[in-house]
């Protein structure tokens, strides 16, 4: 999932950033890094997203969100909360509701 898929509320750990090294280092710098928990405060329509992040708030566009790949940090399937330690998330882990055992049928 990535995170301008997000919505007012949600609560991802950051698994991927896929942009430019001048934008990632960007991005690094204001503490989105991997692991990191995200909250999406608010989505404006000039898509502008409101994070908060380690207890700061920041402001990304839209087109940048589009490249930060994350994992929810409940289940859509059953609600449950995820751990956050981060361990064995990202592409080709799974699909991510290893904690509560769905089968990929379920999703």
């Known amino acids: ?11 991802f750990t950051i698994i991927l950033m896929d942009t ?14 991997h692991g990191t928990i995200v909250k999406v405060i608010s989505f404006y329509a000039n898509n502008a997203f409101i994070l908060k992040i380690r207890g700061s708030r920041i402001v990304i566009g ?10 929810p940090m409940v289940c859509n399937i059953c609600k449950k909360e995820k751990h956050r330690h ?3 998330s990202g592409p080709g882990s799974g699909h991510g509701h290893e904690h509560c055992n769905h089968r990929k049928k379920d999703i």
Not at 1 to 11: A, N
Not at 25 to 32: I, N, P, S, T, V
């Open 20 to 33: 430019e090294p001048k934008v990632k280092k960007r991005l690094q710098d204001m503490g989105l890094t």
């Open 1 to 11: 999932m990535i995170l301008s898929e997000g919505r007012k509320g949600d609560e």
């Open 86 to 88: 981060g361990h064995g």
């Open 62 to 71: 839209k087109d940048i969100a589009g490249h930060i790949h994350v994992e």
